[in-house]
């Protein structure tokens, strides 16, 4: 089905007759064919201005001399237009090429395995021990979940690392509070909350009692130095907070293959720093140990606070070394919000001067902030959106519309599971992701407008026609059917598919795809009130069935990659 391919290599051919040798490869013609933005000008387009100075022709003389020669077998017409050399596809031989490949990929289609034998490890979601997860940790963890399944449909080994924040001297105020005023069953019953509570207390009593901020201190050298109970009790507080968060993966069916966090690097700092001495790159600063980077325009990375302790970035730059050297990696991902832009570059430029020429291989997914109806979050002030909570109210949500429009669905609450968190991610995953996101309910469950319950109805309308059509086997397909534009444009669609996918996956944009979804979509209603896809005619009914089964197929693929499950019904 590579019409790109084959046009190149006709391409080649005609070129070879006109003029002979050139230096210019198949391959470099098909990287020049060109998507025309309105099928009247063809399928694809070659814009012989390009061409101009390889073969030394004007471009009218180069379109014209190579539609003379072109061999336009399988072609509805190739034609010669203002320097432009246009390819228009036989309409029927078009629709049965695209929609037996997405046929034939049984479930799979635009699935390579351009990455077999390489590694990607993207760290996402990242959480902190402590707090519970809100909506502020919603797209790390669905750009890094979406942009996992994206690497692994193109034949990659993925390793997906929730790089625990667990690591800072809260955590020894927490052992204090807890050992003052603690309770075993409330904080084992009232969980993160609980914890919550005792840290808010520390706070408020540490202004009138200096004694507890040493306590604190204490409690936090006791967890550095291994001591068994300071440890013992901080890993109870990680084991609160993962199974609090386990909920919220399961229920947007995020998992990842490993949770080393910030304290799994407490004893792999050391040789960094010393390495990062006898470099010369280590300067001190106020009693602190720093990396100049001036001369990148960027503040100093502070590697060893005065008091000796290490820093965030140190912990990256020993964790950058670590995924290093264990997996090997193609790339390294970082999703993490823009605020943190200065940080990795900072560590990506340390590693640079350390002379890692992997260091070239890390990349920054960065992204934007997410508000709720028009509130920005803001902990300090109480504005916080637990995930739990607003995806607990998106299922809800869900299942009273479904109780308003379709009431004898079965298995209503498994659907309105399935819509209300698709339509949380959906939403999540819906622009660019440098863009901030205003979360309002109204967008995200409108079955109208571009919205995973709009692109799900789409799904389960392909599925409802499957169901009409019966069991019995289908007549031989008449493609000509498939002529009209309705049809073409899903046609059209489903082609550009696993060329999308290459395109996201360069950008690390899963937006992309789940903006093909609603295209497709939108097409697939279109070809549905045009055209009767039960004809009488049961070659017609044939074609139009097939190009439902495509077009169900590779909305559901679209949806599952950026961690959407599709209903049959709804
Ligand atoms: N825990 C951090 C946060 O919530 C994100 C960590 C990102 N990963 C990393 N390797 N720095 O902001």
Redesign the pocket.
């Given at each position: 089905m590579d019409f790109r391919q084959m046009i190149a290599q006709r391409v080649w051919q005609a070129a070879q007759d006109a003029y002979g040798e050139s230096a210019l490869t198949a391959a470099d013609y098909g990287a020049l064919l060109e998507l025309p933005p309105d099928p009247a000008m063809g399928d694809y387009a070659l814009p012989c201005f390009k061409l101009a100075k390889s073969l030394r022709k004007p471009p009218v003389a180069i379109a014209e001399a190579l539609a003379a020669r072109v061999s336009a077998e399988g072609f509805e017409r190739v034609e010669a237009v203002k320097g432009y050399l246009n390819f228009y596809l036989d309409r029927a031989e078009y629709a049965r090429a695209v929609v037996e490949a997405v046929l034939a990929a049984n479930g799979r289609y635009g699935a390579s395995d351009a990455g077999r034998g390489k590694t990607i490890v993207i760290?996402y979601s990242?959480?902190?021990i402590a707090k519970r997860f809100h909506i502020?940790?919603l797209s790390?963890t669905m750009l890094g979940n979406a942009l996992y399944r994206m690497y692994k449909y193109a034949g990659y080994t993925c390793v997906g690392v929730n790089?625990?924040?667990d690591w800072g001297t809260q955590f020894g105020k927490m052992i204090a509070a807890y050992k003052r005023w603690g309770n075993h069953e409330e904080v084992e019953a009232g969980g993160i909350a609980e914890l919550t509570k005792l840290y808010v207390r520390f706070d408020e009593e540490a202004q009138k009692d200096p004694a507890l901020a040493e306590e604190g201190r204490a409690w936090f050298k006791a967890i550095e130095d291994g001591n068994e109970e300071a440890l013992s009790i901080f890993n109870w507080f990680k084991e609160l907070t993962l199974k609090d968060a386990a909920r919220v993966y399961d229920m947007l069916g995020v998992t990842f293959d490993s949770y080393a966090g910030?304290s799994f690097y407490n004893d792999k700092m050391q040789p960094i720093v010393e390495e990062l001495r006898e470099k010369g790159l280590l300067v001190e600063s106020d009693g602190a140990q720093i990396v100049d980077l001036s001369a990148y325009d960027m503040p100093p990375a502070i590697i060893l606070r005065s008091d000796g302790a290490t820093l965030?970035v140190t912990?990256?730059l020993a964790?950058a070394q670590y995924r290093h050297d264990t997996y090997h990696f193609e790339k390294c991902l970082?999703v993490?919000?823009y605020?943190?832009d200065l940080?990795?570059k900072q560590l990506f430029k340390v590693l640079e001067l350390m002379g890692r020429d992997w260091a070239k291989d890390m990349v920054h997914i960065s992204y934007g902030m997410v508000s709720y109806e028009g509130q920005a979050m803001a902990t300090r002030k109480g504005h916080v959106v637990y995930l739990e909570d607003l995806l607990n109210l998106a299922v809800e949500k869900a299942l009273s519309i479904i109780n308003e429009k379709n009431p004898g669905l079965e298995n209503k609450e498994a659907i309105a599971r399935q819509i209300g968190v698709g339509a949380v991610i959906f939403f999540d995953l819906y622009n660019n992701r440098i863009k901030d996101i205003d979360f309002y309910w109204d967008r995200a469950l409108n079955f109208d407008g571009e919205t995973a319950p709009y692109v799900m109805y789409t799904h389960a309308r392909c599925a409802s026609v499957l169901r009409k059509a019966g069991a019995e086997a289908d007549a031989a397909p008449d493609y000509a059917a498939l002529s009209d534009a309705d049809a073409q444009n899903v046609v059209r669609l489903l082609e550009q598919f696993p060329g999308l996918l290459g395109e996201a996956l360069e950008r690390g944009e899963p937006s992309m795809i789940t903006r093909y979804s609603v295209d497709l979509a939108q097409a697939f209603n279109k070809f549905y009130y045009e055209q009767r896809i039960l004809d009488d005619d049961g070659a017609v009914r044939a074609a139009r069935l097939n190009l439902t089964r495509a077009a169900k197929s590779t909305i559901a693929t679209a949806l599952d990659l950026i961690g959407i499950s599709a209903p049959e019904r709804m």
């Amino acid at each position: 089905m590579d019409f790109r391919q084959m046009i190149a290599q006709r391409v080649w051919q005609a070129a070879q007759d006109a003029y002979g040798e050139s230096a210019l490869t198949a391959a470099d013609y098909g990287a020049l064919l060109e998507l025309p933005p309105d099928p009247a000008m063809g399928d694809y387009a070659l814009p012989c201005f390009k061409l101009a100075k390889s073969l030394r022709k004007p471009p009218v003389a180069i379109a014209e001399a190579l539609a003379a020669r072109v061999s336009a077998e399988g072609f509805e017409r190739v034609e010669a237009v203002k320097g432009y050399l246009n390819f228009y596809l036989d309409r029927a031989e078009y629709a049965r090429a695209v929609v037996e490949a997405v046929l034939a990929a049984n479930g799979r289609y635009g699935a390579s395995d351009a990455g077999r034998g390489k590694t990607i490890v993207i760290d996402y979601s990242s959480i902190n021990i402590a707090k519970r997860f809100h909506i502020g940790h919603l797209s790390t963890t669905m750009l890094g979940n979406a942009l996992y399944r994206m690497y692994k449909y193109a034949g990659y080994t993925c390793v997906g690392v929730n790089h625990l924040g667990d690591w800072g001297t809260q955590f020894g105020k927490m052992i204090a509070a807890y050992k003052r005023w603690g309770n075993h069953e409330e904080v084992e019953a009232g969980g993160i909350a609980e914890l919550t509570k005792l840290y808010v207390r520390f706070d408020e009593e540490a202004q009138k009692d200096p004694a507890l901020a040493e306590e604190g201190r204490a409690w936090f050298k006791a967890i550095e130095d291994g001591n068994e109970e300071a440890l013992s009790i901080f890993n109870w507080f990680k084991e609160l907070t993962l199974k609090d968060a386990a909920r919220v993966y399961d229920m947007l069916g995020v998992t990842f293959d490993s949770y080393a966090g910030e304290s799994f690097y407490n004893d792999k700092m050391q040789p960094i720093v010393e390495e990062l001495r006898e470099k010369g790159l280590l300067v001190e600063s106020d009693g602190a140990q720093i990396v100049d980077l001036s001369a990148y325009d960027m503040p100093p990375a502070i590697i060893l606070r005065s008091d000796g302790a290490t820093l965030y970035v140190t912990r990256d730059l020993a964790a950058a070394q670590y995924r290093h050297d264990t997996y090997h990696f193609e790339k390294c991902l970082y999703v993490v919000a823009y605020q943190q832009d200065l940080h990795f570059k900072q560590l990506f430029k340390v590693l640079e001067l350390m002379g890692r020429d992997w260091a070239k291989d890390m990349v920054h997914i960065s992204y934007g902030m997410v508000s709720y109806e028009g509130q920005a979050m803001a902990t300090r002030k109480g504005h916080v959106v637990y995930l739990e909570d607003l995806l607990n109210l998106a299922v809800e949500k869900a299942l009273s519309i479904i109780n308003e429009k379709n009431p004898g669905l079965e298995n209503k609450e498994a659907i309105a599971r399935q819509i209300g968190v698709g339509a949380v991610i959906f939403f999540d995953l819906y622009n660019n992701r440098i863009k901030d996101i205003d979360f309002y309910w109204d967008r995200a469950l409108n079955f109208d407008g571009e919205t995973a319950p709009y692109v799900m109805y789409t799904h389960a309308r392909c599925a409802s026609v499957l169901r009409k059509a019966g069991a019995e086997a289908d007549a031989a397909p008449d493609y000509a059917a498939l002529s009209d534009a309705d049809a073409q444009n899903v046609v059209r669609l489903l082609e550009q598919f696993p060329g999308l996918l290459g395109e996201a996956l360069e950008r690390g944009e899963p937006s992309m795809i789940t903006r093909y979804s609603v295209d497709l979509a939108q097409a697939f209603n279109k070809f549905y009130y045009e055209q009767r896809i039960l004809d009488d005619d049961g070659a017609v009914r044939a074609a139009r069935l097939n190009l439902t089964r495509a077009a169900k197929s590779t909305i559901a693929t679209a949806l599952d990659l950026i961690g959407i499950s599709a209903p049959e019904r709804m």
